[in-house]
């Protein structure tokens, strides 16, 4: 790697903690960028101590998206070379197979909310913006926005965004269902941990399938989705933990998960 690193890594309570460090570019991606990151994912799935990751930016943004000086002058094929990279990363993060939420801490555009839109969860500040605006510099949300935004606001909302280049306020994007939580700037990280802690504090295997279910299911008719489902919970039924929940249930205790 770079002697200046363009993503910060931190670890704490089994918290995995990812800064986009590039402040005076608004953490803009570039191929450095997003190799570093692929890196630290990597690392991240097979690191057991790593129950959880929060991704963050520096400074005043989230990340602004591909940094624009470099799609002006890539040839196309540089071009779709930083887009598939930028794909890689963000499957990464939507596959890890461990809990990643986004803490927005200021604009998340184009290419930066497209791996927010990965994440499984989005916190963002009160006066963060967030949009698509790709088609405002005759671009397109190529790192994977045609196809998640979607997914996540619903058909209509998402092709208004995309369409327009619109930014739209946290709070906005908070009533649109895009990010889940709105949060004061000094309480961001927190509220993020309380969060993650949340949902820590459930079954981890439970967690898990229940993001895979969700996942796969969206690719999948509706029989072939639900039925995923049920396969799921039929696995489940197979853990300690699941032993552990329903016997805390009945006995009205509170359960003890493990991991098993």
């Keep these: 790697m770079p002697e200046k690193e363009s993503v910060l890594y931190h670890q704490e309570k089994g918290i995995a903690r990812i800064s986009f460090n590039r402040p005076a570019a608004l953490n803009a991606m570039n191929q450095d960028l997003l190799q570093q990151l692929a890196f630290l994912l990597d690392e991240v ?4 101590a790593a129950k959880a990751v929060i991704i963050t930016g520096t400074g005043e943004a989230f990340s602004a998206g591909a940094e624009i000086k470099f799609l002006n002058q890539a040839s196309p094929l540089e071009v779709r ?4 990279m930028a794909v890689s990363v963000n ?3 939507e596959t890890l197979g ?5 803490a927005m801490n200021g604009y998340a555009l184009g290419g930066g909310l497209e791996l927010a839109e990965a994440c499984m969860l989005r916190v963002a500040v009160r006066h963060a913006m967030l949009g698509h605006p790709e088609v405002r510099i005759g671009a397109i949300a190529g790192f ?3 196809t998640r935004l979607p ?3 619903g058909k209509g909302r998402a092709t208004e965004l995309l369409l327009t280049g619109r930014l739209v306020t946290a709070e906005k994007a908070l009533q649109m269902g895009l990010v889940h939580r709105v949060v004061e700037p000094e309480k961001l990280l927190q509220e993020t941990e309380n969060l993650v802690l949340e949902i820590l504090s459930q079954a981890p ?3 898990r399938m229940t993001w895979e279910a969700i996942h796969r299911g969206l690719n999948l008719t509706l029989e072939e989705s639900t039925l995923l489902g049920a396969d799921y919970f039929g696995l489940v039924a197979s853990t300690e933990d699941f032993r552990e929940g329903t016997r805390s249930f009945l006995e009205k205790t509170n359960p003890s998960f493990r991991g098993r």
């Design 91 to 93: 499957n990464k993060i």
């Design 98 to 102: 461990k809990v990643v939420v986004a």
């Design 205 to 207: 295997i439970s967690v």
């Design 45 to 48: 799935r097979v690191d057991d």
């Design 81 to 84: 070379e930083l887009a598939r």
């Design 144 to 146: 994977g926005g045609t």
């Design 151 to 153: 997914r996540l606001i």
